[in-house]
């Protein structure tokens, strides 16, 4: 049976292992303006990534904007999952095909959307100086606001989708059994249905996280080039600078960062289920 798996195994290898290891073999390397790169095994590049305070800067703007969105995503989606997966009618598939269907439109395009309803001249503004509501335009585009919606209609289907499955196998007479026992909406939600759904819970703030710490168009579209988070960094570094050793650099500790949140979340899960 094991020979089952060489073939996937040797794709994951050449397609994700190698590339990795290759860059951060790059990582290791010295820049300079007139060779480019400098064969070493230097740190230099981890050490300034860490002590500039600008990088510094952009890696905490990147955790909160992450954290906040994960938060956000799992309050707004919890209650569509919950409504999703305790659906009965006929419409059922035709709401999770809808749920999808943002999904298969790329973020280039959904953040092109945004900015037609945010800009000055966008739908919004629009809407609300005919109404008379405002005089002049509000500055609702280039603004961390902006990126934060536009990162949450990115991600949202996903929790929806993770915490739907999870909630779905929660037996229903479980909520009945409690509520005839004399709690009320509130207390079932959080002593039956939320401990139950942690799993979901984990699972979909985990992969939520993952795609708002790496998120690129959605941070340049609608953050403006003010506004930096850590893929647009990398992306500097390596398109605009030229500089390939401190752009792996940049690209190792954002995976490391990424990496780290997602195995303390797992661990916190599965030592609350040991008990």
Request: glycine content about 6%; aromatic content about 8%.
């Amino acid at each position: 049976m094991a020979v089952l798996i060489v073939p996937a195994s040797l794709l994951v290898l050449g397609l994700l292992v190698a590339p990795m290891l290759l860059m951060l073999r790059i990582s290791l390397n010295q820049f300079s303006p007139t060779q480019m790169m400098i064969e070493a095994m230097s740190t230099e590049n981890y050490l300034r990534a860490a002590t500039d305070p600008y990088y510094q800067q952009v890696l905490g703007t990147t955790l909160g904007i992450a954290l906040l969105c994960t938060l956000l995503t799992l309050m707004l989606g919890f209650p569509a999952a919950y409504w999703l997966a305790r659906l009965e009618s006929r419409w059922k598939s035709l709401v999770t095909i809808l749920t999808l269907f943002p999904l298969l439109v790329g973020n280039v395009v959904r953040s092109a959307g945004w900015m037609a309803l945010l800009g000055n001249d966008g739908l919004i503004n629009a809407t609300l100086l005919w109404l008379g509501v405002i005089s002049t335009p509000l500055k609702l585009m280039y603004t961390p606001q902006a990126v934060v919606v536009g990162i949450i209609a990115v991600v949202l289907p996903y929790m929806i989708l993770t915490l739907a499955s999870v909630i779905e196998s929660i037996p229903r007479n479980v909520e009945e059994a409690a509520a005839n026992l004399g709690a009320r909406p509130g207390a079932v939600f959080r002593r039956v249905v939320l401990p139950l759904a942690l799993p979901g819970v984990a699972a979909g703030s985990i992969l939520v996280f993952v795609l708002c710490m790496n998120t690129y168009a959605t941070a340049i579209l609608l953050g403006g080039p003010q506004f930096k988070m850590m893929a647009p960094a990398v992306y500097d570094q390596f398109i605009r600078a030229n500089n390939w050793p401190f752009g792996a650099a940049l690209a190792f500790i954002l995976l490391a960062i990424t990496m780290l949140f997602t195995v303390i979340g797992s661990i916190g899960i599965a030592r609350r289920y040991k008990r």
